[in-house]
C-alpha cells in the first residue's frame, strides 16, 4: 500500500498553492498563514488521492521528483497573479523582468503588480495584431523576435542602449489601456540623457510594419512637448548663475549663501573681516604692530651700547665711590704720618 | 504647442514649503479635492510618493492615475512639474548640506 511520504508542510507556499490551483481548490486571502494553505491541502488533496487509489504510484513520483527540484519562492514564478506574491516576491520577480523597484509599500504595491501583471501578459499567447508594436521596442533578442512578428528590426539596434527597461514596459502598455498612453514610453525614453535623433524617424518608420498605427502618430508631439519642458529649465538657470559651467547631466547645483548663525556656521566664520568680540581685536592689535618686533629690539640694543660708550669714553669717569673714598683715607694717613715725623 | 504653463513654472521657481496640492502643474480643483480626500493634502506628500516610486514616470502616472483619476495631460503636467522641482531642490539641498567652510562666496 502506498503511502504519502513528503510532507505538505515542508513545501514551500507557492508550491502549496499552485498544488491548490492544480486540483481546483479556491486559495484562502492573500496574507494568510502557510499553515492554512497546508490544511487545504491535506484536506483536498488528500482525499482526492485516497479516491485516486489507482494512479498513487505516478502521483507518487511525480510529486517526490517535484519536492526535490523544489527551492526558494523565488525561483517558482507565479504566472497568474501578482496579488498572491508577498512584497518581497512581488520585487524579486520584478527584478527578475529588469525592473528595478523601489520600496513596496501600501500605496506603491498595487501599481507595482499592475506592472507585474504587464509584463506577464505577453508571455501568454497574443490577441490581435495590435500587440505587434511590442516587440519593435524590445532589446537583444528583438532582431529575432520583430522579424517574427512584424519585421522591423531596424529600430531595435539604435533604441538598445537607452530604452533597455523603459520600453520593454512601454510595449505593453497596448494591450492594457488606449493609444494616447504610449506616449508615455517615449516621454520617459526621451528623458535618458541625449535623445537620439533617428529615434523619430525610426518611429516614423515603424509605422509601415505596424498593424496599428494610432500609438505612434502621438509620439513627435510629446518629445517636442518633453524638449520644451526641458529647455526652460537650463535657461533659467543659466539666467540666475550665468558663470555656471555646462554639466553633462544639464543640473548645475549651486550654493546659495548659508544662513547666518545656522547650524555648524557661527557668525564669525561668516564675516571673517569683522571681528566681533574684544579679544580677537586686541590679539589683531598684537599681531599687527606698526613696527615689527625685532626691529624693536635692535634698536634697544644699539641704544644701550651707545651709552655704555658714551659713559666709558668720560675723563673722569665716576668711578666706584669706594675707591675715591680709600684714596682720601690713604692720603689723610699719609699726610698725617707726614706731620707726625716732621715734629718731633 | 503649448509649453510650460504659468502654475509650473511658480511651483519650480522656489522650495513648496507648505504649499497645497493645487499649487502643483496639472492638479485643478477636482483633483486636489480628491488627493485631499485620499490624505495627500499638501504638495510635499505627492512628492513624497513621487520619490518613493523613485521619480519613475510610469508608475507616478499610475499611481496618480489611480488616486485621484488625473488624465494623460495632467499626469505629464504634474510629473514634469515635480520633477523639475526635484532637479533644481533636492540635489541642491544636498549639496548644501555637504559644505562646512566657505573659501569663496556664493557662486562658484
Known amino acids: 500500500m502506498p503511502v504519502f511520504v513528503e510532507d505538505p508542510a515542508q513545501f514551500s507556499k507557492p508550491r502549496l498553492k499552485s498544488e491548490l490551483i492544480a486540483h481546483n481548490v479556491t486559495l484562502p486571502a492573500v496574507e494568510s498563514k502557510k499553515q492554512v494553505y497546508v490544511e487545504l491541502y491535506l484536506k483536498h488533496i488528500v482525499q482526492k488521492s485516497a479516491a485516486d487509489f489507482s494512479s498513487d504510484e505516478e502521483d507518487d513520483d511525480v510529486v517526490e521528483v517535484q519536492d526535490s527540484q523544489d527551492f526558494e519562492e523565488e525561483k517558482d514564478p507565479e504566472m497568474l497573479d501578482p496579488s498572491v506574491l508577498t512584497d518581497e516576491e512581488l520585487k524579486t520577480t520584478l527584478l527578475k523582468y529588469g525592473v528595478e523597484a523601489g520600496p513596496i509599500v501600501a500605496t506603491t504595491r498595487s501599481i507595482y503588480e499592475r506592472k507585474l501583471q504587464r509584463l506577464l501578459k505577453p508571455a501568454q499567447p497574443r490577441q490581435n495584431g495590435g500587440t505587434g508594436d511590442a516587440d519593435q521596442y524590445s532589446d537583444s533578442e528583438g532582431d529575432e523576435e520583430s522579424v517574427s512578428q512584424q519585421g522591423s528590426p531596424e529600430t531595435v539596434s539604435l533604441m538598445e542602449e537607452n530604452l533597455h527597461v523603459d520600453i520593454r514596459f512601454e510595449s505593453r502598455i497596448p494591450l492594457s489601456s488606449s493609444g494616447p498612453e504610449i506616449k508615455r514610453g517615449n516621454n520617459r525614453s526621451n528623458n535618458q540623457g541625449p535623445r537620439p535623433r533617428p529615434y523619430w524617424q525610426e518611429v516614423a518608420t515603424v509605422d509601415k510594419y505596424t498593424m496599428t498605427n494610432r500609438s505612434l502618430f502621438v509620439t513627435p508631439k510629446t518629445s517636442l512637448f518633453k524638449r520644451q519642458i526641458k529647455e526652460p529649465v537650463t535657461d533659467v538657470l543659466m539666467e540666475m548663475f550665468p558663470e555656471t559651467e555646462p554639466t553633462p547631466t544639464g543640473i548645475a547645483a549651486t550654493r546659495r549663501r548659508p544662513i547666518k548663525g545656522a547650524a555648524g556656521r557661527p557668525v564669525q566664520f561668516k564675516y571673517p573681516d569683522l571681528p566681533a568680540s574684544p579679544m580677537t581685536l586686541q590679539r589683531w592689535a598684537v599681531e599687527h604692530r606698526l613696527v615689527p618686533l625685532w626691529v624693536q629690539i635692535l634698536v634697544f640694543f644699539i641704544v644701550a651700547c651707545l651709552l655704555y660708550l658714551i659713559y666709558a669714553a668720560m675723563e673722569d669717569s665716576l668711578a666706584n665711590p669706594f675707591v675715591t673714598l680709600l684714596d682720601n683715607l690713604s692720603m689723610e694717613t699719609e699726610t698725617e704720618g707726614l706731620s707726625l715725623q716732621a715734629e718731633p | 504647442m503649448s509649453s510650460t504653463s504659468q502654475k509650473h513654472k511658480e511651483f519650480v521657481a522656489e522650495p513648496m514649503g507648505e504649499k497645497l496640492v493645487n499649487a502643483l502643474a496639472g492638479i485643478g480643483e477636482v483633483l486636489g479635492k480628491r488627493l485631499e480626500e ?71
Open chain 2, 38 to 108: 485620499k490624505g495627500f493634502d499638501k504638495a510635499y506628500v505627492v512628492l513624497g510618493q513621487f520619490l518613493v516610486l523613485k521619480k519613475d514616470e510610469e508608475l507616478f502616472r499610475d499611481w496618480l492615475k489611480d488616486t485621484c483619476g488625473a488624465n494623460v495631460k495632467q499626469q505629464g503636467d504634474c510629473y514634469g512639474c515635480l520633477r523639475e522641482w526635484c532637479d533644481s531642490f533636492l540635489l541642491f539641498q544636498f549639496v548644501l548640506c555637504q559644505r562646512k567652510t566657505y573659501q569663496h562666496g556664493p557662486f562658484i
